[in-house]
């Protein structure tokens, strides 16, 4: 059975970076589509990014195109998530999921979550 474990969050300051790692195991990854995903404190849970199983196709959320870039190593079986640029708004508990395909299917395994905090 598929387990996800989000790992690399931490305290930065307004405009420094993070690299989130989702790391699995009991199954491989070869054949999900992985998505992140982050919760802020009294927001709903949203879609950040996604990249398909094979890395050839990612999507990003309006709020970090052009801050976030999502990849995958599927030797390592691990999906990661690079913020730059960060904002006080980023601040969020940053989980991930997996799916057959970015869109149309749901998301299941969930990771426990990595929190991350930008300070202004």
């Known amino acids: 059975q598929l387990q996800l474990v989000e790992s690399g969050g931490g305290l930065v300051h307004s405009g420094g970076s993070l690299r989130l790692s989702c790391a699995a195991s009991?199954?491989?990854?070869?054949?999900?589509?992985i998505g992140w995903f982050r919760q802020a404190p009294g927001k709903e849970r949203e879609g950040v990014s996604c990249?398909?199983?094979?890395?050839?196709?990612?999507n990003y959320a309006d709020s970090v195109k052009g801050r976030f870039t999502i990849s995958r190593d599927n030797a390592k079986n691990t999906v990661y998530l690079q913020m730059n640029s960060l904002k006080p708004e980023d601040t969020a508990i940053y989980y991930c999921?997996?799916?057959?395909?970015?869109?149309?299917?749901?998301?299941?395994?969930w990771g426990q979550g990595t929190q991350v905090t930008v300070s202004s």
């Open positions: 990249i398909s199983d094979s890395g050839g196709s990612t």
């Open positions: 009991g199954a491989t990854l070869d054949y999900y589509a």
């Open positions: 999921a997996a799916s057959l395909e970015c869109s149309g299917f749901p998301f299941g395994s």
